[in-house]
């Protein structure tokens, strides 16, 4: 059978002993598991206690089907300089059943100038022999998933939140659509702040008073390749059909089509979880997604909305 490794890590601004006491207390999965957000009605029991050798957590849901980890090797940090880490046990039962190996290796470094912590997620396993074609596209997109996850366990870790809600609006009809704005790529651990520095860039050139101007948006190309860790994207705003464009912007044409839409509410550096939320839905209802555009609609303004009550429409083609 086809054996796998996946990692990766994440630096958190917080001690060894806080981030092992956090993954490994089952209690905190909920908040953080790049999984669940999709599902909220899937059902999650927890051993007690939750952070000793031997507890499970235990996972049964329509789009995230069914499984269970266990710990098996808990291994907390002798003092604040030392590593800590943690085993367990992966077992799927729908959609399919499999095994793993899961590990957390966590290690202390300094993150500007501070004392903190570096932690790696593992998984080891092999995939039935009938899922060989999948490895490649499991070890992008899970270590996607795992990314994201780290990411809010950070935000955990360090806030006691985590700022990012999902709700699925449905499938909607939409007409071709003007965006005004520069065209610009990145690699996708780049493209917070590339993004951001594009759409000031575009500011200047943003005339609110101006009724043929709506909201400010992000069109994702076709030429766009998760695989490669490459998006190509145009941002800036909505506008009418006939809106003047500066001279320093292109326009560009979202086109018309079908969508599934997936409202995300939080930290913008969470919205991959709308995207990979999305993509999960639309595989459980077994929809064809478009090779076509898809896009983020920003629907409030984040220099007057407070973090956590942010608003992005993400709209993901389909056929």
């Not at 917080?14 to 209690?27: E, H, I, M, Q």
């Not at 909220?40 to 049964?60: C, I, L, M, Q, R």
């Not at 996607?144 to 006691?160: A, P």
């Not at 560009?252 to 979880?273: Q, S």
Request: glycine share 8%.
């Amino acid at each position: 059978m086809p054996a796998f490794h996946i990692q990766r890590s994440q630096t958190i601004d917080a001690d060894v002993s806080d981030v092992f006491n956090a993954v490994t207390d089952y209690s905190t999965w909920t908040r953080w598991s790049p999984w669940l957000q999709v599902d909220p009605e899937a059902e999650v029991t927890v051993s007690d206690p939750p952070n000793a050798n031997g507890a499970t957590y235990h996972w049964k849901g329509e789009l995230v089907g069914e499984g269970s980890m266990t710990h098996r090797e808990l291994q907390p940090p002798k003092n604040s300089s030392s590593n800590a880490s943690m085993l367990a046990d992966l077992a799927f039962v729908k959609p399919f059943k499999s095994e793993s190996k899961v590990e957390f290796e966590i290690e202390p470094v300094s993150t500007d100038g501070r004392p903190g912590s570096k932690i790696t997620w593992h998984m080891r396993g092999k995939l039935p022999w009938f899922l060989f074609w999948m490895r490649s596209m499991m070890e992008t997109f899970v270590g996607m998933d795992y990314e994201r996850g780290l990411l809010m366990l950070k935000q955990l870790v360090e806030t006691g939140e985590v700022l990012s809600e999902l709700e699925i609006k449905g499938v909607v009809n939409e007409p071709d659509r003007l965006i005004i704005g520069q065209r610009g790529g990145c690699t996708m651990d780049d493209i917070g702040c590339h993004m951001a520095a594009t759409l000031e860039r575009v500011k200047p050139h943003y005339n609110a008073d101006d009724e043929r101007v709506h909201e400010w948006a992000s069109l994702y190309h076709t030429t766009s390749d998760l695989r490669k860790r490459w998006f190509d994207y145009t941002a800036g705003y909505l506008a009418d059909k006939g809106t003047p464009v500066p001279p320093a912007c292109v326009a560009d044409t979202i086109p018309a089509g079908k969508f599934l839409l997936v409202r995300h509410v939080g930290d913008y550096a969470h919205l991959g979880n709308a995207w990979s939320g999305g993509i999960q839905f639309i595989r459980y209802k077994k929809m064809k997604m478009a090779k076509a555009v898809g896009c983020e609609i920003y629907r409030n303004d984040p220099e007057t909305t407070d973090t956590k009550n942010l608003i992005t429409d993400v709209y993901i083609a389909l056929k």
